[in-house]
């Protein structure tokens, strides 16, 4: 009786399958009496086919040398097979153990002890190969699967480098397997291809070990390949076995060319050698596996490019997926489309809003006059002298503005010059533009004034300092009706040009005595005038039409509104523009921000 | 020698007149008779320079060159104003507010770009330059001094609203201040490479 190595209870010792649970008995051919570990080394695995073997070696057989061994994926190790431990003949006597003994007694005393137990073991093998040829055919595909992912990888590791995938317990890589997943198809078409691998080589092997050992190492490069590459880069888990079995795949030339020993193995397993017979056994294979298809490469550079596409799309499809699904059961943000109908009513009722400020400002708003508004100094200064002008004076009244600011200088100028034309002071008009010959005319209808004729004084700064100096009054730079410039009483300067300014005040301001010169200018030049006043190189200056409008009432001369006006009005739109550009960066940050959030 | 004939003139032409300011009494009819030629030399100039605009627009004419629609309505415009001139003269009344009735429109309407392009900076540069002290400081600026241009705070006539509009008026004295300085200095330093021969913008 033995016992299930799985239960523990007895069953029969030619009981392939445990009666009680049903486990595979290994201890099948255990013969009582005898140890059946006794003699053999513990590493080494003694197949059936072994022991046939070792049973039709006579007692009295010749030495035979050691046969060089063939293994595939690996170099020839002498001592790697039990063959070689068993043909061995000298002192094999001694060795042998004294299970084989006795058998081999009882088998010269018997006529077919040797074919009895040949029939019942092909019986076992039989009804042991019926029963776990499917499992391990699937093991078997699964190890070429494999094998040919792991030469896969390496091919696009060597085509592209990739990030590193995780990998699963099987040593499939990740991404891998999320492709098997979404390729189905290829996967199923995939299958056929890894049968036909699963049924290689083994016949092929076979066939080829016939043909001599060269061609068979030939042949065997494929597979040594398909070995050697996994070993490299594949996982610790899958090279021991692929070795393992690699190594089992030996081959003897000497025992091939015995006719005898292929008429031995014949009727067991027909065309396959016995040396093949462990790893048929093993693996469950028998007669009807098919041939490899060694021509069968991985996979082109340009395929792994087209899974590796397809993976990145995927990828980010699964990004999708995966926000999707962390946004499920969140409440709805607030809907975009609301926030910009909003910011689309906010910004026009903005809008209307600051159109309707400034038509009001315009249109209802009485015009900003300041009943005890007081000019800055310069502007009292210039004030100043202009009423301690008496009648007789002579006043210069240059003109140099350009006609874009004729509105607001003329606004500021002419009333000062109506109240010097009224107070009995004499105008005499200079200009240094030709901008001056035609805008004159203008300023003399605005300040109600009989016209004149002004003179043209060429070469800007250089005429300046001719006029200044005027040393000879042949001068032909020099018009023939201006003085010299000691000779007026204040030279009145229209001006909305800083450079003109300086003209007038380094040309000619050093040749002439302190106080001669005021200035009536753009309101964008008053904060470079100050330093002149400071320095007294200026009687006084008014910039801008409010310092002007005050001037104006200083000299009982008012003027008219409507410019100053308009020109509120303009300063309004700049403000009202200034503030909305505020608002939208704002409101732009504030969405950005918005954005970011659900993000978060 | 090309390159030395201005240098020299024009060191020979600045230290004359640097000594003639200096020594008025001696060399001030040398003065006089120098700057005639300087005032008549530039307005030569300005001939050419006219000459040279209007030559080159006639070449775009000619060429039909893309624009010249533009050349044509110059040169036209150049044309009757000169013969206007000619004709007419230039203390004619008429001829004056013609002239001024084309120009006046002209340049305020320039202006008024000018004033809507600064409006469209204004709104942009918040949008391109996002939130800096930059920024922030030219929007508080102008938003302040554009109020007080307005003149309504100043119409409130309160003393402590006045004081206060006062000093911020001045704060721009300082920038005015520094302008200043550095347009003389570098005047100066211009006028002395000129006169040291160091400074070769013409012909160049």
């Not at chain 1, 250089?462 to 000879?472: F, S």
């Not at chain 2, 006089?32 to 050419?48: G, Q, R």
């Not at chain 2, 429109?105 to 949008?127: D, H, W």
Request: contains cysteine.
């Amino acid at each position: 009786m033995i016992l299930c190595p799985h239960c523990g209870k007895e069953n029969l010792p030619v009981a392939t399958r445990c009666v009680h649970c049903g486990e595979d008995l290994e201890d099948l051919f255990r013969i009582e009496g005898t140890d059946p570990d006794a003699g053999l080394p513990e590493e080494q695995d003694i197949s059936v086919s072994d022991l046939l073997q070792a049973f039709r070696q006579e007692d009295d057989s010749q030495a035979e040398k050691p046969r060089p061994v063939i293994s595939i994926g690996k170099t020839p190790e002498p001592a790697a097979s039990e063959e070689t431990q068993s043909v061995t003949p000298e002192g094999e006597d001694e060795q042998t153990p004294e299970w084989l003994a006795r058998i081999r007694k009882r088998a010269l005393q018997e006529e077919d002890a040797a074919g009895e137990l040949s029939r019942k073991i092909n019986a076992m093998e039989a009804s042991r190969a019926e029963e776990h040829q499917g499992r391990v055919d699937e093991e078997f595909a699964n190890w070429i699967a494999r094998i040919r992912e792991n030469a896969r990888r390496e091919n696009l590791l060597a085509a592209k480098p990739a990030e590193p995938s995780p990998e699963s317990e099987e040593g499939v890589p990740e991404w891998l397997r999320k492709v098997r997943e979404l390729q189905p198809q290829d996967a199923e078409q995939d299958q056929p291809s890894e049968e036909t691998i699963a049924g290689f080589s083994i016949e092929a092997s076979a066939q080829e070990a016939e043909q001599g050992d060269e061609p068979a190492l030939e042949q065997s490069e494929p597979a040594e390949a398909l070995a050697a590459n996994p070993q490299e880069e594949s996982e610790p888990g899958a090279v021991p076995e692929l070795e393992s079995e690699s190594a089992e795949l030996v081959l003897h030339p000497d025992e091939e060319a015995s006719p005898d020993a292929r008429a031995d193995e014949e009727p067991s397993e027909g065309p396959k050698t016995p040396e093949l017979e462990p790893v048929l056994e093993e693996l469950g294979l028998t007669a009807e596996v098919g041939a490899l298809d060694l021509e069968e490469k991985p996979s082109s550079s340009e395929e792994l490019s087209a899974d590796l596409l397809l993976l990145r799309k995927q990828k980010e499809n699964a990004q999708m997926l995966m926000t999707l699904i962390g946004e499920e059961g969140k409440g709805l943000p607030p809907a975009k489309t609301a926030r910009e109908a909003s910011k689309g009513w906010y910004r026009f009722i903005l809008g209307a809003f600051l159109l309707l400020v400034l038509a009001a400002v315009i249109v209802f708003v009485p015009e900003a006059r300041p009943i005890k508004f007081e000019n800055p100094t310069p502007a009292v200064a210039l004030k100043d002298a202009l009423n301690a002008l008496e009648s007789g004076d002579t006043v210069l009244v240059v003109q140099e503005y350009q006609a874009a600011t004729s509105a607001e200088m003329e606004q500021m100028s002419a009333p000062v010059l109506r109240a010097l034309e009224e107070r009995g002071v004499k105008l005499q008009f200079l200009t240094t533009h030709p901008n001056g010959l035609w805008l004159s005319a203008n300023l003399m209808d605005a300040a109600d004034i009989p016209a004149r004729e002004i003179s043209y004084l060429a070469g800007g700064r250089l005429g300046v300092l001719a006029a200044a100096l005027q040393l000879d009054e042949s001068s032909a730079a020099v018009p023939g009706a201006l003085e010299n410039l000691e000779n007026y009483t204040l030279i009145l300067l229209l001006e909305d040009s800083q450079a003109d300014i300086q003209n007038w005040i380094e040309q000619a301001g050093p040749w002439l005595k302190a106080g001669k010169l005021g200035i009536l200018a753009s309101s964008q030049n008053a904060a470079l005038l100050l330093p002149y006043y400071d320095a007294g190189q200026l009687a006084g200056y008014a910039a801008g039409t409010m310092e002007g409008r005050v001037l104006a009432d200083a000299l009982d001369a008012p003027t008219a509104g409507a410019p100053s006006r308009a020109y509120q009005a303009g300063l309004l739109v700049m403000i009202a523009v200034l503030l909305l550009g505020m608002i939208i960066k704002a409101e732009a940050d504030s969405n950005a921000r918005h954005q970011k959030e659900p993000e978060a | 020698m090309r390159k030395t004939i201005p240098i020299v003139v024009a060191a020979l032409a600045a230290g004359f007149v640097l000594a003639a300011l200096i020594l008025r009494q001696q060399l001030g009819g040398w003065l006089d008779l120098v700057l005639n030629w300087a005032i008549i030399i530039a307005s030569a100039a300005l001939l050419v320079a006219v000459a040279a605009l209007i030559l080159t627009h006639l070449r775009h004419i000619i060429r039909g060159q893309r624009g010249f629609i533009y050349s044509i309505i110059l040169i036209s415009a150049f044309l009757v104003s000169f013969v206007g001139a000619l004709v007419l003269g230039l203390d004619n009344t008429a001829y004056l507010r013609w002239v001024a009735a084309i120009q006046l429109p002209l340049e305020t309407s320039l202006l008024g770009l000018a004033a809507l392009v600064m409006t469209g900076a204004a709104l942009q540069i918040f949008r391109s330059r996002g939130w800096s002290l930059l920024t922030i400081s030219f929007g508080i600026s102008a938003l302040v001094f554009l109020v007080i241009s307005l003149g309504l705070l100043q119409a409130l006539n309160i003393p402590l609203l006045t004081t206060i509009i006062a000093y911020l008026q001045r704060l721009p004295l300082i920038g005015a201040r520094g302008l200043l300085i550095g347009i003389g200095i570098g005047a100066l330093m211009t006028g002395l490479r000129v006169m040291l021969g160091l400074e070769k913008g013409w012909g160049e």
